[in-house]
């Protein structure tokens, strides 16, 4: 990828991710906190994702007292 290329693709990534930031209303600890009193258990890990329809949805991962990993999907402008 040339040079210029490449600074306009690190340029769109990065107004993506403000536009993400600037759309989620919810903090990741927020939405951690939020998964967990639904869904008991330990965290495997926790993401920011954007839906197809443009929001921002949580995709928080929790390993159950039964060992069973369950994915929580917790949406960034209300958190429900």
Not at 22 to 48: C, M, Y
Not at 57 to 66: A, S
């Amino acid at each position: 990828m040339q040079l210029a290329q490449r600074k306009s693709a690190e340029m769109r990534n990065g107004k993506r991710s403000k536009r993400l930031s600037a759309q989620s209303g919810l903090t990741l600890n927020q939405a951690i906190a939020i998964a967990k009193a639904r869904v008991p258990g330990e965290l495997v890990s926790a993401s920011r994702k954007a839906g197809g329809n443009g929001q921002v949805v949580y995709h928080v991962k929790i390993l159950t007292r039964k060992g069973v990993v369950r994915t929580v999907r917790v949406p960034a402008n209300s958190g429900q």
